[in-house]
């Protein structure tokens, strides 16, 4: 009897059904269709907006200043970027010119996105941004006032995950400033919340004891 497909070789039946996809008009305007980087059997999967132009000519997520920003938070918070995450976006296509993907582009991509859900099967998922929280659990608006919190969603794609929205990088970039209640400083707090989160599952999975709330 044949075995189920690892994650692995559905994700990389995934990218090349990607690669051809027409499903919206984005299509028209990228150089290539950017899928995802870092760790697929990762606990943690990051899930942005939509790739800009460096990530579209690269084919990789976040891979151009927000990208650097966001590695360089990963790391501070104690995150292996290749081993301790998957990163992707809610829409794998480049919108012209940066535009905000609008509410029918990230409903086009969503089918590749529960796609990558089902194989990657991430306990815990990080939002970056007002769009992924938009794209992903459908509530508009309310970034600053939801970042940090942990949200469940009873829709079967994301039964039994946890996920936090927390400020996109790009965003951050915006501002300098690392004091205490910064978007940065914020922004390190959420992660290194993120990162307690995924000590306790990986403890509770080796070791049987409880993950925290
Ligand atoms: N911003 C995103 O949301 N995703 C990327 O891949 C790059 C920038």
Known sequence: MALPPAPSDSLQGLALACAHCRRCGLADGRQQVVVARGNPEARLMLIGEAPGAQEDAEGLPFVGRSGRLLDQLLAAAGLDTAADVYICNGVKCRPPNNRKPTAGEMAACRPWLEQQIAAVDPPLIVLLGASALEGVLGIRGGITRRRGQWLSSPAEWLRGRRLMPVLHPSYLLRF??????????????DLWEVRRALTALEASQHGGSSPGP
Do not use: K, V
Request: glycine share 8%; aromatic share 0%; no cysteine.
């Open 176 to 189: 300098q400033a690392q004091t205490e209640g910064s978007p940065r400083a914020l922004t390190a707090t």
